[in-house]
């Protein structure tokens, strides 16, 4: 069954670019022009962990994979065969991996056979074959069954020409030859799988390697060569990878040929490759590109994923974002070969479109209005964890669903199969956004600002984890390359991951209410700063749940001239993580302080009554700016009222800097509600 996948219609609609590029629409298979003739660009698809690559990538599938010849292949999860060869690697693997999901017999066409990459995977498979080690030869022409049973299915699955083949090999071993072994080996295979598997009609496809290094023209040479250079190694065995790419799509190409009128394709063949961007990819896909540089034309439609958007093989790629898709998709082709490559940027998910997605999952509206809108706060409109996020909605308890917010969502568990346990919500998006790298010392440094600080905090806390090399950097590089976005004020600068890794930092070691792995972090980094009260150091108090120096901060700093940086160190005190407490019932604690009806703490001593009152309403300031900046709590009008009513209090107060006091009660009101950051100077639409 689909998932159902919102903000992607510009590929998956009736008309949209994968249609014109495979020439039907998805599932009704109606006709549609091609956009781009016969010399169609390889299409990557960019995005970050989340963003929906994979997902969109499987839609494609299904909607085609009865209309047309298909194969979708992840290029970073590409198993190894138990006890393989060294006819085998990841290219050889791959591309029969490819040939046996593209052979099946589609709507109204026959099955696709691959005898020329048969041929040349059969002759690379015999280099590392003794002539005293028949297991070995065995299973090596086994596990090639499945992609000679393209050619014939009922000799390809039986093993009566793997005999014979080792037969033909004995014969042979007392023969001398000035051919390398491999090339005598591959000969010998290649004659019996001609003759004991290959129908008459299919036995000149042998003719393909001829055109290979040294070949002359004659097939066996070339598939003798193709095996002595794939032993070989290095530049040579490159050269007998790409060939065999390259017959990998004539097997397509001579599917499309020669047809009757009955047997017509209607469709061209889809390659589908996820992480196009690991070696596997490149290497699948720079033949291709090189080929249709030269002229030499094709009908494979390539839709791949990369995770890099600034990959250096896209240097010269089209780039459009996924919007502009729609209607029409411009790639002219370049003197250089990437000029090939559409890049198409997949953009996050819209405000309307993470609502649709909430809509569907829970219809009868049990959870609160703005649930949707502030998880795509959180998220960013990142479709995983809308995804994720949506469902632990539907699913909440019915007692909760009413006080949801996207914290009590990341506390909640989520059924992701049938046939398993709930598991966490926080933990397994982090998982998914992390796959690959320790998400403990990432959590400790996510509590950082910058390299620096980060730095430090390896240095005094993770002393173990990087014995050979600067582990900030090494995170620091890792996070860029899977595309996470940088910022200033945060080592880890996305919304979402922060909140997951400091959700891991507070709860993973499940010592509530001590928390020790979170406060030894927030003090050892409050100490860094040192003992002046520096915003960074306010900043980790507010984490530990201190804000009375805090707010004396602010009321000290108050009547300076530089409203604009008052306003500014506001700002990011409030942006600190709060202390919260899992599985908390009832509104927020900020909440009661922020309209005045509990104290914000103790009153220092020696203030006059206007200094108390200004103390006081500091207090109130603070934490509804915090409370309403957080993207784990759903803004409150009431707050938001009372936020505008402080600072319009204080723009009465200040001798000089009225006018930006007042700006941020009319604006910062504003920019909450429209789910904007607050902007510095108010009124700016960047947030900055």
């Not at 033909?168 to 051919?179: G, H, M, N, Q």
């Not at 996020?389 to 992701?416: F, S």
């Not at 306010?538 to 984490?543: F, I, M, N």
């Not at 319009?648 to 800097?657: A, V």
Request: proline share 8%; with cysteine; hydrophobic share 40%.
């Amino acid at each position: 069954m689909d998932r159902e996948l919102y903000g992607r219609e510009a590929i998956l609609a009736e008309s949209g670019l994968a249609a014109r590029l495979i020439g039907l629409s998805p599932y009704g298979f109606a006709r549609v022009p091609f956009e781009h003739g016969d010399d169609p660009p390889v299409t990557v698809f960019t995005g970050g962990r989340g963003m929906g690559k994979t997902a969109l990538l499987k839609q494609l599938r299904n909607a085609y994979r009865e209309a047309t010849p298909l194969a979708l292949l992840d290029c970073a999860r590409l198993e190894p065969p138990a006890d393989h060869g060294p006819g085998w690697n990841p290219l050889t693997g791959a591309l029969g991996e490819l040939a046996v999901q593209l052979s099946p017999r589609v709507h109204a066409a026959k099955p696709v056979q691959f005898p020329r990459l048969s041929l040349g995977l059969v002759a690379v498979a015999s280099i590392s074959w003794a002539q005293d080690d028949d297991e070995r030869a065995r299973r090596d022409l086994q596990r090639l069954g499945p992609v000679l049973a393209t050619v014939d299915a009922t000799k390809g699955a039986a093993t009566t020409w793997v005999t014979k083949v080792l037969s033909k090999l004995a014969a042979r071993a007392a023969e001398t030859s000035s051919v390398p072994m491999a090339g005598l080996l591959a000969e010998a295979t290649v004659e019996t799988v001609l003759e004991e598997v290959f129908g008459r009609f299919q036995q000149r496809a042998d003719s393909f390697y001829g055109a290979y290094r040294n070949a002359g023209g004659r097939g066996r040479a070339g598939l003798q060569q193709l095996a002595v250079d794939f032993e070989q190694g290095g530049r040579r065995r490159r050269e007998a990878e790409d060939f065999l790419v390259g017959a990998l799509v004539e097997d397509l190409g001579r599917a499309y040929t020669g047809l009757t009128q009955v047997g017509t394709r209607r469709g061209r063949p889809v390659l589908l490759l996820d992480n196009a961007h690991d070696p596997l990819g490149r290497r699948l896909l720079e033949p291709l590109l090189r080929a249709r540089a030269d002229g030499r034309r094709d009908k494979v439609v390539v839709l791949a994923a990369s995770r890099v958007h600034e990959h250096e093989t896209l240097r010269h790629a089209t780039r459009l974002r996924l919007p502009e898709t729609a209607h029409r998709a411009p790639c002219p082709r370049g003197t250089d070969v990437t000029s090939g490559i559409l890049a198409v940027g997949l953009t996050p998910l819209s405000p309307a479109q993470t609502q649709s997605a909430f809509d569907r999952l829970d219809p009868a509206g049990r959870t609160p209005a703005d649930l949707a809108r502030g998880v795509h706060r959180l998220t960013g409109g990142r479709p995983l964890g809308v995804a994720l996020l949506g469902r632990a909605a539907a699913e909440a308890p019915a007692a909760q669903r009413a006080a949801l917010t996207p914290a009590a969502l990341l506390d909640l568990t989520v059924e992701l199969r049938e046939d398993s346990a709930p598991v966490p919500v926080a933990a397994t998006l982090l998982k998914a956004l992390l796959p690959q790298v320790r998400r403990g010392p990432l959590a400790v440094l996510a509590a950082a600002h910058d390299e620096d600080s980060a730095r430090m905090l390896a240095r005094t806390r993770l002393r173990a984890e990087a014995p050979d090399g600067d582990l900030v950097l090494a995170v620091r590089d890792r996070l860029r390359a899977e595309d996470w976005p940088e910022g200033r004020e945060h080592f880890v600068a996305d919304p979402l991951l922060r909140a997951l890794l400091l959700h891991r930092l507070r709860f993973h070691d499940g010592d509530a209410p001590a928390y020790a792995t979170w406060r030894a972090v927030h003090e050892t980094l409050r100490q860094y700063y040192g003992p002046a009260p520096d915003p960074y150091r306010l900043h980790h108090d507010l984490a530990l749940g201190r804000t009375e120096e805090a707010v004396t901060h602010l009321r000290v700093t108050f009547p300076a001239p530089d409203v604009h940086g008052w306003l500014r160190r506001l700002r990011f005190l409030a942006d600190a993580p709060y202390p919260r407490e899992q599985q908390r019932p009832g509104p927020d604690p900020r909440r009661a302080i922020a309209l005045g009806r509990e104290p914000a703490g103790p009153l220092p001593g020696g203030l006059d009554d206007e200094d108390v009152e200004l103390h006081l309403c500091l207090g109130r300031l603070l934490h509804a700016l915090w409370l309403l900046a957080d993207p784990l709590a759903l803004p409150d009008d009431d707050v938001a009222d009372k936020l505008a009513h402080e600072l319009r209090q204080l723009s009465g107060r200040h001798l000089t800097g009225n006018s930006p006091l007042w700006d941020a009660a009319t604006h910062w009101p504003r920019d909450i509600r429209a789910w904007r950051t607050v902007a510095v100077p108010p009124g700016r639409e960047d947030g900055v």
